[in-house]
């Protein structure tokens, strides 16, 4: 018996209602290629997942590399065995690292020394051909290099079981080529090793010494590929394929026939001339023309990367060519005309319908976007959904389903309005071959029946042979244009891809530096002795570093995000330093005087007097007093009534009202205060000139105000600027940092490698810290020097709380981001707690010590009101250590307090 | 190239099914308009309430006694008896905000004319209760004093009678003005990042390119995403203003509601604007969340929802002016505590419409350059 790589017994899995695996046993053998083949969304990802231990299991059981996958400690010691690459280009990769970066950081998670990392990376470049470009960003490689590169991520560690999620999905076929050979050349290395494979390319299965067809969350044959088609009666696995297939699937499927085309004269429905397209030095497209006619299908064949994608996007618009022209229908291409965008059906390559509404969904808004006679929308959705096959995923969000399912989707979409002009960027990656064999068949129906023009691009060779005519461009230059049979003949090569492959080499051969892949393996480098056993399931300080390590270049490599961390708060602190002010002043004063007497003059020039009142011209009438206090111009008003200096004279007491606006509270309050003390200035000076003996108070009265002698704002408003701005911006960069990975899907090396959730929460979050540091220290700065607020106590202590402060507010927003999955809702959420929280019950505007009811206990429970007692504490108060410390430990509790509820929301497992 | 309402209806509504798809943000809206804004009303309050108060009592006479029992609530928590030694620990600590020293030999210099010298302490760090607090001790000390020295004595009669009457909210009670200051802030904040945030979105998952193509203008977009997110934000804020503000909070609105409405409904479109706006000035959501964040503190804080505007420098003042939310403060403190009218606020709503048609054509002037350019 041969052995068992997997063995999966009785799994069943449900995404809500939906089941993506019924019941399904099966023996993976060990120690070969193993391919599963399937239409889309029959649970081969599902499959993939739960064997290489990212998914929980929910039902049944999987043994992988001779244990239990529910056991978490079998778990944990055969990650560093296995290697998964979920499905999409360069999903696990990191876009603004280089390519040896990238690498790098995979070898730093298993603990790799510098010497193995270094001769390990060299060794896989020089294997894929990828060694002239260690130093470009993985964002900045075409489709099939992503490729290869996120397949060298996976094989860093010499994994005993190599699991890949439709690897070669949306990539050119010479890529495709040389990335078969690279895992052949592996394996040839390391015979030992398994592979497990999920494609929709049947010519790739062939190839396979194992194959596992599943439909339905079902297995429905296994075997080598010869007994496959044995099986299934046919001389393709294509066909094989579909005859093993339950009768009502295949039911409605025939082989794609084009029937001629007649040609209808007229003007081209597509013509480009000189297209270029330049992004900076960069030519993506260089000088591209043909000319596309009425009803014709046009196909668009070249290396990832080539321009095919930029020159569609000039066609439909979205760019504007740096030079030559675009025309469509005979007229030059204006991107405003909305008439011919509803003439023209697009699809991008990357899915860009909204994930977060449903398929149905979906459809309905564009068939109202594209204006479709409201009696025909109904049905014009329903009649998609079931030509797409999508009546079963109607009502699913798209982000649930499988890329297949998506591709289809979007699709759906392009052709719902009816356009003349269908312009689809690789239409059919990913996509299942009987959906794109019926996807085929529509088209030709529109383009035969209805006379559409399609220009389409594509990976599959079948595909282009249907073609009434093809285009091969490379580096942004069109190669060849011609019929699929004028091309081979003219290459005089057996089939298409020969030719297509003969054309690419031919084109690469004359450019310098380009290797696309080397005919043969690097010569092996001496292999020193590997240290695999290390790899502990304990806290490991490497791992996290090559977290934090990578987040450090992630940071630098954004410098708008830095320079807005660093001069955000900044920004702020200037703002709030000179607008926060407490001392209530200028208040509008203005004066009812309805005696006009000296003695009334007299009162009034004590307010007019006082450098808290702005005098504003006097107040007329009852009514007039009303309005302008209503108005909000008046703060304060002062009513003198008729026959005020004569009953003042005679002293008999007369009566003047002041009116306060109370729309601020505080202000009133102020304000009233500063009226009573106008007031009494004015008595003692009558007292004091009516010869009155003045009566001495029973009681002096001092007043020492502490901390802040000159009662000046900035003392209390800087040291808690510090604590606001600590808060929020730390605590955003971290919240976002992860919910990030989760929506761009590098999470998958976190669920896919040894590291633990502590070590990746903690090495996201260092290097916020050091960020949220230096930030302080800026602040610091600004504070003593633009502002003039010495640290009177100990600059030690406040140096100690900021940075575990600067700790408990990243960590802060890593527990954020452990609950949220999308960033929009992390960003919300940081948003919400923190401005609320730190603007009103952290000591910013009142003391932390007058807070109560509710807002007291939310303002314990968060650190920004104890970092308040440390920041005023030392700057203003003169504190130190000694007075300080229980605060510090405070914050030391929230610290861990909230990285420990992280670690424990985080789930190294996908649900 | 016309605005078809037809369209800008559909990516509304569209939006609205984004919304709702994360649970989360529903959740933080409910919670920012109702459990956030009764907290901050009941528990922020900026007038001396509830002010801690130490007594260093080394008189221990009638009057000082008398004194420490005229500190008395809802002004000030019961005055704690301290050692003189437990003054500075006590304050360092923030315990307390004002401690009174009462000298030996009080009640005896008192009633012997000498004038004798209490000292209040004041933790001048706490700025909103300090002076207004300090005044309110000084008065308490007083007129215990001189009530015990007189016994029915006439007091000095001050020559004339002053009576200060407050408008619009007599009894200064501070959740009036922080209730309603809440909502306008959490106005603002949801509005800002929400529609930023689905512009960004759009952006980093490629679907504002596609629809791009599609024959929809910029405008019907960007105006579709204003409605949509506005609206929800509305209705919850009126929900909330009319069952938290008025009916939990007790605060009553006296101004015309269908001017705050229409009112509200301008400042709305304005932030959401200034949303979108802040969305064209960045690339993906980590620089979006950084930008937006002390953007709104600042609107947060120096739009007069937090502190007397007049006391901002003049520089300030009028570079606040570029943003919305000084005029919808003024306009909200006009319309519902002091129930002015249209004639008395048609400046702010003036200024608010300008500032909107301004956001809204930078940002219609960036829309398709910073779509393409930031991918």
Not at chain 1, 85 to 101: H, K
Not at chain 2, 159 to 164: A, D, G, Q, Y
Request: proline share 6%.
């Amino acid at each position: 018996m041969t052995p068992i790589a997997a063995r999966v017994r009785r799994l069943s899995h449900l995404y809500g209602r939906a089941v993506a695996l019924d019941d399904v046993t099966v023996e993976i053998p060990a120690s070969c290629m193993v391919g599963l083949i399937g239409p889309d969304g029959v649970g081969k990802s599902t499959l993939l997942a739960l064997i290489a231990g990212v998914r929980r299991i929910q039902e049944g059981g999987v043994f992988a590399l001779d244990g239990d996958m529910r056991d978490p400690e079998h778990r944990r010691s055969s990650l560093p065995r296995i290697a998964y690459m979920p499905q999409g280009l360069g999903r696990n990769l990191y876009p603004t690292l280089t390519v040896f970066e990238n690498l790098d950081f995979f070898g730093r998670l298993f603990d790799q020394s510098k010497t193995e990392r270094e001769w390990r990376i060299a060794e896989l470049l020089a294997a894929t051909g990828l060694d002239p470009f260690p130093d470009r960003p993985a964002g900045k490689l075409s489709g099939g290099m992503k490729q290869k590169l996120s397949l060298c991520c996976s094989l860093i560690h010499d994994p005993d079981l190599l699991i890949l999620d439709e690897p070669t999905t949306g990539v050119d076929p010479l890529s495709r080529r040389q990335f078969w050979e690279l895992i052949d050349r592996i394996r040839a290395r390391r015979p030992g090793m398994s592979v497990m494979v999920a494609t929709a390319y049947m010519e790739e299965a062939q190839r396979f010494d194992w194959l596992t067809a599943m439909d339905g969350g079902r297995i429905i044959a296994t075997g080598s590929p010869e007994e496959l088609r044995a099986r299934g009666n046919a001389s393709t696995l294509d066909d094989a394929f579909i005859n093993l297939l339950p009768e009502a699937k295949r039911a409605g499927h025939q082989a794609v026939i084009v029937p001629p085309r007649r040609t209808t004269g007229g003007p081209p429905a597509i013509e480009a001339e000189g297209l270029t397209q330049r992004f900076g030095k960069f030519t993506a497209v260089d000088h591209v023309s043909f000319r596309i006619e009425r009803g014709e299908i046009f196909g668009f064949l070249g290396s990832n990367g080539c321009g095919k994608s930029t020159t569609m996007k000039m066609l439909t618009g979205l760019l504007a060519p740096t030079e030559g022209e675009a025309r469509l229908f005979g007229r030059p291409l204006d991107a405003r005309d909305m008439a011919t965008r509803e003439r023209v059906g697009y699809m991008t390559q990357a899915f860009s319908l909204y994930g977060e509404l449903t398929v149905r969904q979906n459809l309905e808004l564009h068939s109202h976007l594209f204006h479709l006679p409201e009696d025909r929308r109904a049905a014009r959705v329903r009649e998609m959904l079931e030509r797409f096959d999508l009546l079963g995923a109607a009502d699913s969000r798209p982000d649930s389903l499988p890329l297949g399912q998506k591709q289809r989707l979007q699709l759906a979409v392009a052709v719902l309005h009816g356009p003349e002009v269908l312009i689809l960027d690789e239409p059919t990656s990913g996509v299942d071959p009987v959906a794109r064999d019926s996807f085929w068949q529509f088209l030709i129906g529109l383009a035969r029946g209805d006379g559409v023009t399609i220009f389409l691009s594509t990976h599959f060779m079948n595909e282009a042979e249907r073609c009434d005519r093809i285009s091969l461009m490379h580096a942004g230059k069109v190669l060849a244009v011609g019929t699929a049979k004028e091309l081979t003949q003219r290459r005089g090569t057996g089939s298409l891809q020969d030719a297509f492959i003969a054309y690419l080499e031919d084109a690469a051969a004359v450019e310098p530096g380009a290797k696309p892949g080397k005919p043969e393996a690097a010569p092996e480098p001496t292999r020193p002795a590997v240290s695999r056993a290390s790899l502990s399931s304990r806290f490991d300080f490497g791992r996290l570093w090559a977290y934090a390590r990578r987040e450090t270049l992630e940071i630098l490599r954004d410098p708008i995000r830095l320079a807005f961390s660093l001069l955000g708060p900044l920004i702020l602190m200037v703002t709030v330093g000179y607008g926060i002010s407490f001392d209530v002043e200028h208040l509008a004063f203005a004066a009812f005087d309805q005696d006009q007497t000296n003695e009334s003059r007299e009162l009034l020039e004590n307010f007019a007097g006082s450098r808290y009142f702005t005098e504003h011209p006097e107040i007329s009438s009852d009514t007039e007093l009303e309005r302008r206090l209503k108005s909000g111009e008046l703060k304060v008003a002062v009513e003198i009534p008729p026959n005020f200096g004569k009953r003042l004279l005679r002293g008999q007491q007369p009566e003047i009202s002041v009116w306060l606006d109370g729309a601020m509270p505080f202000r009133a309050d102020t304000a009233s205060g500063y009226v009573q003390g106008v007031a009494l200035t004015y008595f003692s000076d009558q007292a004091a000139r009516s010869q009155t003996p003045t009566v001495q108070p029973p009681v002096n009265i001092e007043e020492r105000f502490r901390y802040n002698q000159a009662f000046k704002s900035v003392y209390q408003t800087i040291p808690s600027s510090i604590m606001l701005i600590l808060i929020l911006i730390p605590a955003m960069m971290t919240a976002v940092s992860v919910a990030r990975e989760k929506e761009t899907g590098s999470i998958a090396n976190f669920r896919s490698t040894p590291i633990t959730g502590i070590e990746f929460l903690l090495g996201k979050q260092l290097p916020y810290v050091v960020t949220g540091f230096i930030s302080f220290l800026t602040l610091l700065l600004v504070a003593i020097f633009l502002f003039g607020v010495p640290v009177k106590g100990s600059t030690a202590t406040l140096l100690l709380g900021a940075f575990i402060y600067i700790g408990a507010a990243t960590a802060f927003g890593l527990l954020i981001s452990s609950f949220t999955s999308t960033q929009i809702a992390a960003i919300f959420t940081t948003t919400i707690l923190t401005i609320v929280i730190g603007v009103n019950f952290s000591g910013l505007l009142l003391p932390f010590s007058s807070l109560s009811g509710v807002a007291r206990w939310i303002g314990i429970g968060f650190p920004s009101g104890w970092f308040t007692q440390i920041s005023l504490g030392t700057f203003t108060k003169g504190l130190g250590f000694s007075d300080l410390w229980p605060d510090l430990l405070v914050l030391v509790v929230f610290a861990l307090g909230f990285v420990a509820a992280a670690t424990v929301i985080l789930r190294k497992q996908e649900a | 190239m016309g605005l078809r309402l037809a369209n800008v209806f559909r990516l509304g509504i569209k939006e609205l099914y984004s919304l709702r798809a994360d649970p989360i943000l529903l959740v933080m809206i409910v919670y920012a308009f109702t459990f956030a804004v009764y907290s901050t009303a009941t528990g922020a309050k900026s007038e001396v309430e509830n002010v801690a108060v130490g007594i260093v009592d080394e008189d221990d006479s009638e009057l000082s006694r008398r004194i420490a029992g005229a500190i008395l609530e809802p002004l000030f928590r019961p005055a704690v008896q301290l050692m003189p030694n437990e003054i500075d620990p006590g304050m360092n600590s923030g315990r307390f905000v004002f401690v009174l020293e009462i000298p030996p030999k009080f009640e005896s210099d008192v009633l012997a004319g000498r004038g004798p010298t209490v000292q209040i302490d004041v933790d001048a760090t706490a700025l909103t209760q300090a002076g207004v607090g300090a005044s309110y001790l000084q008065n308490i000390i007083e007129s215990e004093a001189s009530g015990y020295l007189q016994h029915g004595e006439g007091a000095i009669t001050a020559p004339i009678n002053l009576v200060t009457r407050t408008a619009f909210n007599p009894n200064h009670y501070s959740e009036w003005f922080l209730g309603i200051m809440a909502e306008i802030n959490n106005i603002t904040m949801l509005t800002v990042v929400l529609t930023g945030a689905a512009l960004i979105r759009e952006r980093e998952h490629g679907t504002i390119e596609h629809l791009l193509v599609m024959p929809v203008t910029s405008a019907e977009i960007m105006i579709a995403k204003i409605w949509a997110n506005g609206l929800v934000i509305v209705v919850v804020a009126i929900l909330s203003l009319w069952c938290v503000v008025h009916g939990l909070l007790r605060v009553p609105l006296v101004g015309s509601v269908p001017l705050f409405l229409a009112g509200t409904v301008l400042y709305e479109i304005s932030v959401a604007a200034l949303g979108i706006l802040l969305a064209t000035f960045t690339g993906t959501m980590g620089q979006f969340g950084l930008l937006v964040v002390p953007v709104l503190v600042i609107l947060n804080l120096l739009s007069g929802s937090a502190t007397p505007p007049e006391s901002m420098p003049d520089w300030l003042i009028e570079v606040m002016k570029v943003a919305p939310t000084p005029h919808f403060v003024s306009f909200a403190q006009g319309v519902l505590y002091r129930a002015a009218g249209f004639e008395l606020v048609w400046p702010q709503l003036a200024a608010l419409a300008g500032i909107t048609v301004c956001y809204f054509s930078v940002s219609l002037i960036r829309f398709r350059k910073a779509i393409t350019s930031f991918q």
